[in-house]
């Protein structure tokens, strides 16, 4: 069933009208061919990546946040919320595109709530965890200074949390940019897109290396701006 | 020195408020514990006086502190900061309002020193300018080096981190401090640096502060007046440190203040608050102390000497008078 969304609009490529002597040897990479589609297949299949990802992380972000700060005020929400994340987190990921596809169809919405639910676990467990390992003399000193609860939060916990609230989206990040190209099955979006041509294509060798290598790529950068804003969000992690 | 000195010739704005504390009947009984934490304590300690709590572990002193400053809900009793109830207040705002230091000092890692101190009066909104001002002003009053301001608490040695949190709590110019153990996690070399210092500043601000120490010899130095707390939050005695010294009301107290109580008690003072021998003449040969000591010190001295009598000389080395054994024996009868 899923498998036909693969079939989306064949790339006019290895074996096609033009082709060149290296696409026709299917060499390992043929620069030619990568700059024939840059702008016609690899670079819009990177932007649709990037929105993908940013979307799922995003909404996934605020919920995995939300539940952590819930959690956090009530423990006893603690497990339930863990049960229900883990459960997501392990469902292998064409099992649940399946499983959504009957009420989303093969959609970007399909899509992106399979690419959100495996961003909770990771991102629950980091903020929770950050919040609860704020030293207590540290809490006890905010609050006896006359701050709030709400205060105490914003203030303090969440900043002290940081660290380990960035780490978390860090692997969340990661995590989604891989699952991503899985997703490409279901929205025909994504640098999923150019490998899966790739495989059908008789296993179209620069196809599939240049759309692979921009996945980890983006993930190696994705991964590098997030040290980075973690440098310049949390720079007295690094005094003393 | 000079730069208290300084700090107060600028005619800095603001150390001027010190409030009456006082626990009527004060108790504190935990759920599903069989004796109380404290059964029923009252005290009264004066605007800008210093009383220290002091007893063994499980007396309730900690306790009591927080009490204070409602991080304890009460049990039963009230408590009056300048003659008003604290129940009545929102709690947040009356901390905002009571100085708070304690032992692990829990100065905010992610906030710089300057930052650290700034947080109560950004909390009560003061302007930027304003709060630069006292920032600066509170660094010099507690000896630190105003560029000290821009560095994180990570960077600083214990007794510099122990000046901030002091700092932090007089920021606001509270008219209470509460300090649970503040010197308890320094080095004893430190610690009588830092409480030196704390007296100093305490005579520059004149606070009304509740001191939590289980250290008598600390209670002793700090205190105007000390209360003795004994296991299951009971006082055993509330009076000032020479009356305590002299006259403790029980065993439990004697025991507890030790047997040297005598010696304690000259620690006290210095020489330069007793009355002198006058020296007749011809110098004594064993040699001299300076007048500053603790009579304690110059007693530990004269023995040193064999008993013989000892000159006291003025900071210029002029000398003030003797001293002999059985000058400073009378000082206790």
Known sequence: ?240 | MNIQTSAQSEGSPSFSKAARLELRAVSKRYRGQERPAIPELSLEVDAGEVCVLVGPSGSGKTTALRLINRMIPLSGGDILLGGRSVLERDPSELRREIGYVIQQIGLFPHLSVADNIATVPRLLGWDRQRIAARVGELLQMVSLDPAIGGRYPAQLSGGQRQRVGVARALAADPPLMLMDEPFGAIDPINRARLQDEFKRLQAQVRKTIVFVTHDIDEAIRMGDKIAILREGGRLAQYDTPAKILTEPADEFVAEFVGADRALKRLGLETLAEIKLLEPNGAPASAGSVPRTASVRDALSQLLAEGGRPLDVVDDDGEVAGVITLELLGGLLA
């Open chain 1, 1 to 240: 069933m899923i498998w036909l969304a693969a079939g989306g609009p064949v790339i006019p490529t290895f074996g096609g009208r033009g082709a060149f002597a290296c696409e026709r040897a299917n060499r390992l990479f043929c620069s030619d061919w990568v700059s024939r589609n840059w702008s016609s297949v690899l670079w819009p299949a990177l932007r649709q990546h990037i929105v993908l990802t940013l979307i799922a992380v995003s909404i996934g972000f605020v919920i995995a946040t939300a539940l952590a700060l819930l959690a956090y005020r009530r423990g006893w929400l603690e497990r339930p919320v863990l049960i229900v994340t883990s459960i997501l987190y392990t469902i292998p990921s064409l099992a649940l595109f399946e499983l959504l596809e009957p009420s989303f169809g093969l959609t970007r919405t399909t899509a992106e709530i399979a690419l959100v639910s495996y961003t909770l676990l990771i991102m629950f467990r980091n903020t929770l965890t950050g919040l609860r390992e704020v030293p207590a003399e540290v809490r006890d000193a905010a609050i006896g200074m006359g701050m709030g609860p709400t205060q105490t939060l914003l203030r303090v916990e969440l900043p002290l949390a940081a660290p380990a609230i960035i780490a978390g989206l860090r692997i969340a990040t990661v995590t989604v940019i891989s699952l991503a190209t899985v997703a490409s099955l279901i929205d025909n979006a994504g640098l999923g897109v150019p490998i899966l041509t790739a495989i059908s294509n008789d296993v179209f060798k620069t196809e599939l290396i240049v759309a692979g290598a921009m996945a980890v790529g983006l993930a190696l950068a994705a991964d590098a701006l997030l040290v980075i804003a973690q440098r310049i969000l949390t720079p007295w992690t690094r005094a003393g």
